[in-house]
């Protein structure tokens, strides 16, 4: 139940003026990607702002975006709450609508000990029959899913296939992948990680560096399963200073001013996210003049 190998795009949602979703513009921003050979499309995750969607908004989103892409490329729903019962319908209006998997993030704020990670994926789970990817991001939601957890829905629960890990720690994913067998499908959630999640066993990356340079983004993870380890190495190396000020404030602040920068024109943040500090706008600006973005 594999879902893709190489660089899927943590898609940013543009807005218009008004603060309304863009539906044209996520249009052309889904044929950039594919025109690139991202190899697949998450929909509705954080750097799409699904936090500020409302439940309408985030599944017509996600609707909109498996009519555009229309099979060419894999279509994975951010579909995670930390409320269970949101989740499950969020995860069956995304099944029905025709989503390839499912990308759940742990419950955020209220969070939840192991075994209530456990009981939350399984139900999750359980209610649609397309594969899931759990989403392991504990700067952001204060919950983290530890290997054994990980490796136990893995095990237990036919459709979880793989898992997004953004915590940061090398030598939990190591840990996993053993638990594992190197049989779970990992993604490095950290664009500066790939080639060394990759070494682990990865499959690949879910990547915000490729809403901007969707091209380098796939071809680290393919050069490097395609067995050219120094070239992967070298293309990760030369973006380290680019995805370093993709970061230089909250995800997906600075990702959305470089595609303005770019001429994209997504259009601004819901808030409580904010337009950039001058001194980090800059910092982005001459990294993408660095890497030839601009």
């Known amino acids: 139940m594999s879902l893709f190998t190489g660089a899927g795009v943590a898609i940013v949602t543009p807005m218009n003026a008004d603060g309304s979703v863009n539906y044209e513009k996520l249009a052309e921003l889904l044929e950039f990607q594919i025109a690139n050979e991202t190899d697949a499309i998450i929909i509705c995750g954080t750097t799409g702002e699904s936090a500020t969607l409302s439940e309408e908004e985030h599944s017509e989103v996600i609707r909109f975006c498996i009519k555009t892409v229309n099979h060419r490329i894999p279509v994975i729903a951010g579909t995670g709450s930390n409320c269970t019962e949101t989740a499950v319908k969020l995860s069956k209006e995304a099944e029905e609508a025709g989503a390839d998997g499912l990308l759940v993030v742990t419950p955020y704020y209220n969070k939840a000990t192991q075994s209530g990670l456990i009981a939350h994926f399984t139900k999750v789970a359980g209610s649609v029959k397309i594969p899931i990817i759990l989403y392991n991001v504990p700067s952001r939601t204060g919950c983290n899913i530890l290997p054994?957890?990980?490796?136990?829905?893995?095990?237990?629960?036919?459709?979880?296939?793989?898992i997004k890990e953004a915590s940061?720690?090398?030598?939990q994913v190591a840990e996993l992948a053993a638990l594992t067998e190197g049989r779970m499908d990992i993604y490095s959630g950290n664009d500066d990680q790939i080639v060394p999640i990759m070494s682990l066993g990865g499959?690949?990356?879910?990547?915000?560096?490729?809403?901007?340079?969707?091209?380098v983004a796939h071809d680290i993870p393919t050069l490097f399963l395609n067995g050219d380890v120094k070239k992967a190495c070298e293309l990760q190396l030369k973006s380290i200073e680019l995805i370093k000020a993709l970061f230089v404030e909250v995800n997906p602040i600075p990702v959305k001013h470089a595609l303005n920068l770019m001429g994209f024109e997504v259009g601004p943040l819901r808030g409580p996210l904010s337009p950039m500090e001058p001194k980090n706008l800059e910092v982005l600006k001459n990294a993408m003049k660095n890497y030839g973005l601009i």
């Open 148 to 162: 054994a957890t990980a490796a136990k829905l893995f095990k237990e629960v036919d459709n979880i296939v793989g």
């Open 168 to 171: 940061g720690n090398l030598s």
């Open 203 to 215: 499959k690949g990356v879910i990547s915000v560096l490729s809403n901007v340079a969707p091209k």
